[in-house]
């Protein structure tokens, strides 16, 4: 039960994860995605012989309207150069696309540091060890302890953006990152090849989504993730595994149990439902316009798989989607 959050978090919402690296990680990122792109050209004979729905990766499907496609790929907003290149109806998905959507473009779009900490901070006097529960609070300060960080300093910052902290301590101790994420892969090979990049959300929206939930809801989530440190690395793994093997039925269920857990409604609302909903309005005016181009969408997998996903909405609009791999 402890792992919902985890994979709710590198499905839907783990993008932020690399607008609070700050310029350094940003670095990392452009060092990544050109190692990615140089082990794609040298394993094209590789890529030759593989079959169509036998690679990495999966959650695509497609839906039609009138002369234009639409690709819907879903992500994991982690990875390692072992990703790449994905599956090749993934990646032909991709080259076909005149347009592609992602949640928001992290490589233009990526709030300053400050406007980070404005999100980040206590608009009052109030502080972290105040708001936590004192054995959690001491729990956290051991983990960021072991971590050679002193969580005295981050007393002024909201539980969200500490949660967020902590989940980038798991990425450092496990074989997947955030800097190697799939969205970062699209991004950069959507650039490198001067496609039209539309955002379907922006970092602010995000960002304010995160600190606007309520401080029971933030309390909650963070005591979880703490409650859940010690094993996140290696279920982080597990999940970006679940991916990479293409296997829907761990994505579907991902956020059963949330209410067990202990999460307000307000968690999932926000995270997802209102999200998705807002996302298949936009796809849905795209798809009405019938331009003729071929679009190639791609946000966390849950998206596509949490209920309600965007996949159900543009099904109860009217649109047949088909699982393509």
Same mark, same amino acid.
């Given at each position: 039960?402890?792992?919902?959050?985890?994979?709710?978090?590198?499905?839907?919402?783990?993008?932020?994860?690399?607008?609070?690296?700050?310029?350094?990680?940003?670095?990392?990122?452009?060092?990544?995605?050109?190692?990615?792109?140089?082990?794609?050209?040298?394993?094209?004979?590789?890529?030759?012989?593989?079959?169509?729905?036998?690679?990495?990766?999966?959650?695509?499907?497609?839906?039609?309207?009138?002369?234009?496609?639409?690709?819907?790929?879903?992500?994991?907003?982690?990875?390692?150069?072992?990703?790449?290149?994905? $599956?090749? #109806?993934? !990646? +032909?998905?991709?080259?076909? @696309? *005149?347009?592609? =959507?992602?949640?928001?473009?992290?490589?233009? /779009? %990526?709030?300053?540091?400050?406007?980070?900490?404005?999100?980040?901070?206590?608009?009052?006097?109030?502080?972290?060890?105040?708001?936590?529960?004192?054995?959690?609070?001491?729990?956290?300060?051991?983990?960021?302890?072991?971590?050679?960080?002193?969580?005295?300093?981050?007393?002024?910052?909201?539980?969200?953006?500490?949660?967020?902290?902590?989940?980038?301590?798991?990425?450092?101790?496990?074989?997947?990152?955030?800097?190697?994420?799939?969205?970062?892969?699209?991004?950069?090979?959507?650039?490198?090849?001067?496609?039209?990049?539309?955002?379907?959300?922006?970092?602010?929206?995000?960002?304010?989504?995160?600190?606007?939930?309520?401080?029971?809801?933030?309390?909650?989530?963070?005591?979880?993730?703490?409650?859940?440190? $010690?094993? #996140?690395? !290696? +279920?982080?793994?597990?999940? @970006? *595994?679940?991916? =990479?093997?293409?296997?829907?039925?761990?994505? /579907? %269920?991902?956020?059963?149990?949330?209410?067990?857990?202990?999460?307000?409604?307000?968690?999932?609302?926000e995270l997802n439902d209102k999200r998705n909903i807002d996302m298949a309005n936009s796809l849905d005016e795209i798809l009405q316009e019938d331009s003729g181009q071929v679009y190639f969408v791609f946000v966390g997998t849950a998206h596509f798989t949490v209920?309600?996903?965007?996949?159900?909405?543009?099904?109860?609009?009217?649109?047949?989607?088909?699982?393509?791999?």
């Amino acid at each position: 039960m402890k792992k919902i959050l985890l994979a709710l978090f590198i499905f839907l919402f783990a993008g932020v994860l690399t607008a609070c690296g700050g310029d350094e990680d940003a670095a990392e990122t452009e060092d990544t995605a050109d190692e990615a792109a140089t082990e794609e050209e040298t394993a094209g004979e590789t890529d030759n012989e593989e079959e169509s729905g036998e690679g990495k990766g999966g959650f695509l499907w497609k839906v039609e309207s009138g002369d234009t496609e639409m690709y819907l790929q879903g992500t994991i907003h982690l990875g390692n150069d072992d990703f790449y290149p994905l $599956d090749p #109806a993934i !990646e +032909e998905a991709f080259d076909s @696309a *005149d347009v592609v =959507l992602p949640e928001f473009n992290l490589l233009e /779009e %990526t709030p300053s540091q400050q406007e980070i900490l404005e999100y980040a901070t206590y608009v009052d006097d109030s502080t972290l060890e105040e708001e936590l529960p004192e054995e959690t609070y001491e729990e956290l300060a051991s983990i960021f302890e072991e971590n050679g960080l002193d969580l005295e300093t981050m007393n002024d910052f909201q539980p969200w953006f500490v949660e967020m902290m902590l989940l980038e301590l798991v990425t450092m101790t496990s074989d997947v990152d955030s800097q190697s994420a799939v969205d970062l892969y699209f991004l950069e090979k959507a650039t490198e090849e001067g496609k039209e990049i539309v955002s379907l959300e922006s970092a602010e929206e995000q960002f304010e989504v995160l600190s606007g939930y309520s401080m029971e809801t933030q309390i909650q989530t963070l005591e979880l993730a703490v409650e859940s440190y $010690d094993e #996140a690395a !290696e +279920e982080m793994e597990g999940l @970006a *595994d679940a991916w =990479l093997e293409g296997n829907i039925e761990a994505m /579907e %269920t991902m956020s059963d149990g949330y209410e067990e857990a202990g999460i307000n409604d307000e968690y999932m609302e926000e995270l997802n439902d209102k999200r998705n909903i807002d996302m298949a309005n936009s796809l849905d005016e795209i798809l009405q316009e019938d331009s003729g181009q071929v679009y190639f969408v791609f946000v966390g997998t849950a998206h596509f798989t949490v209920d309600p996903s965007i996949i159900t909405e543009l099904e109860d609009k009217g649109y047949e989607v088909e699982h393509v791999y």
